[in-house]
Structure formats: C-alpha cells, structure tokens
C-alpha cells in the first residue's frame, strides 16, 4: 500500500525557513512533487522532482526561495522552503506521480494528508 507521510510544518516569521519532509512507502514513483492550498484558494503546484533524477521544477512565485530534492536510500522527497512570505502560507501536500516532471494534480496519483505551513507577517 502506497503512502505519503509529510512534516516538518510549523509556524514561522516572514523571512524564516522550514524544511519540509515526506517519506514514502510501498514502491517507487516516477516523479514526486508539492502541491499548496491556501484558504479559500485552489490547490497549486510548487515544485516537482523525477526520481531518478534530472531537472527540477517550481512555480514562478517560488523560484529561487524553494528547493526541492530527494534521498532516494530513505525514499523521502524534501522540500526547503526560505525567505518565506505570509502569502506562503498554506497546508503543504506532497504527492507522487508515473508521469516524470509533472506539474498538473490530475498527473498524480497518491497523496499525503497535508503539513500547515504559516508564516507571519
């Protein structure tokens, strides 16, 4: 049975850090990426990484602040998220993909339960 476990959420200052962790389980995925939802706003992709390796992709309003990476003997999918904003704030879904580079919700298939992300002004 496939999951996806995320944490490392919290509550953080504008201009703060958090690293976001998930760790799955049950087999392996071509691609993994983050997914955010704010109240009242619809899901959006963050950023994405192959398995296997390769390119990286992020959202435009997350470009140059978040990284997103692997570690692939502990089969968890990072994500490190600085200089955060208020507007970052979120719950923070990892979620895994057969389509390699996905960007697109509908391209993924499993889904963790979510971390809160919250930043303060």
């Known amino acids: 049975q496939v999951q996806l476990v995320e944490s490392g959420g919290g509550l953080v200052q504008a201009g703060g850090s958090l690293r976001l962790s998930c760790a799955a389980s049950g087999r392996t995925f071509g691609s993994y990426g983050w997914f955010r939802q704010a109240p009242g706003k619809e899901r959006e992709f963050v950023a994405t990484?192959?398995?296997?390796?390769?390119?990286?992709y992020y959202a435009d309003s997350v470009k140059g602040r978040f990284t997103i990476s692997r570690e692939n003997a502990k089969n968890t999918v990072y994500l490190q998220m600085n200089s955060l904003k208020p507007e970052d704030t979120a719950v923070y879904y990892c979620?895994?993909?057969?389509?390699?580079?996905?960007?697109?919700?509908?391209?993924?298939?499993?889904w963790g339960q979510g971390t809160q992300v919250t930043v303060s002004s």
């Open positions: 979620a895994a993909s057969g389509v390699l580079t996905a960007t697109r919700g509908r391209d993924y298939t499993y």
């Open positions: 990484i192959n398995w296997s390796g390769g390119p990286t």
